[in-house]
């Protein structure tokens, strides 16, 4: 079956067959995460952009629901959000979900549908499109209530700008204000943009962050995520950082398109991106699908300095794959395990806590017999992490593929690094997800010996391996 392709994710969200790209949507409701995808339900290249249905009461194990919003006259289903509308100002009936995507056909519009069976089938509106614009990039939509001035807020992605418009009823929208202008980084077409509110860790205040997917022009290359934070007031977005400041939710090459959840329950704000990049998406050595989800993350901000940065975790839900754990305590200096598994496995989360006596270099190295490997260096005089996947197992797909990646590690010291390994991706998280890095890679076989070199003194260092069962 499916389920035997050797690269294919054991706990990453994939589709059956098919291609997909970015996640779309996603929702929680009684106790149900759903997430939508574009997907292409009849080959494993971009094509006929469908919204494909996959449902989750954990965020690890999901379900596929089928094909929720397909093309019709206004053209194919490109990328766009939902909402719980829990006072049912839009008439659909109170709980409704009512889904904003693009239409794209001869021009990109903004359409909804809604949902009164917790979004398994969707109905569309009779009034689509519900905006037009004339700029050929016009998408990907993002709905969300703002409590404070009462009303719905929509955000999406024109050329080289965010828009904002606003509504009573989900229907009926009315500009707002732009943002972008002369913000960030502007080497690529902007999309899936996202706006929230977030707590500062350690603070008693919070603040906006506007999130904004870029392709090309991420840090290693290709597509990315870059976000602002600052104020919201309900009209505009106001950026706290200079206008030339450019922040990335992740330095890995393959993390795009990711955007929160509406409706996550006790404030969580969990992010889920497509683990790809529009370098080689196309061409990943996958068979009969192409293309997963990153594992779910919480988000949160600290500051460093007086300026505020995203973080992102891995959700709990992940931790209960966890099986017994291989450790080793105390460690300095060089340290292998050369088996990890007695049978090769693909999928385990490794968790190296350095400590607070920590000083000097770091290496953690992942490798198979074959030679191939994968390389993790702290650099610390630079205060920076990277991950070379130059020999990790077939990179010649694309010359884009074979790269290192690098992230600055905000603070300069290395106290942990968590690795989220799956049959062809490593999710790198240091200190609590300040600096993440995710990469695909396609080993030919999996990665069965770690070693982990540590320089100066640390007393305290340790090293986890825990195997993840699903
Ligand atoms: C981002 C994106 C979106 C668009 C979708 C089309 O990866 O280009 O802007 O809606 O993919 O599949």
Redesign the pocket.
Known sequence: TANREKFRPAYHHTPAYGWM??PNGMFYKDGVYNLYY?YNPYGSQ?EN?TWGHSSSRDLVNWTDEGLAIEPDGLGTI??GSCVVDKDNTAGFGAGAVVAFY?TAGENQTQSMAYSTDNGKTFTKYDGNPILTADVPDF??PHVFRHEKSGRWILILAAGQEMRIYSSANLKDWTYESSFGKGYGCHEGVW??PDLFELPVEGKNYSKWVLVC?I?PGGPAGGSATQYFTGTFDGHKFTCDTKPEVTKWADYGKDN??GVTFDNAPDGRRIMIGWMSNWQYANQAPTQQYRSANTIARDLYLYTDGTTEYLASKPSVENEKMRGKAAVKKNISGSNTISKMFSKPRGTYEVVLTLGNDNAGNVELVLSNTKGENVSMMYDAAKGSLSFDRRKSGNVSFSDQFPAVSVAPVVGSKLNELRLYVDNCSVEAFANGGRSVMTNLVFPSEPYNSISVKCGGKKKSASLVVYPLNK
């Open positions: 790209n970015d574009q971009w952009m490109f990328s693009t998408r990907d999309e899936c997917n392709n795009y398109a």
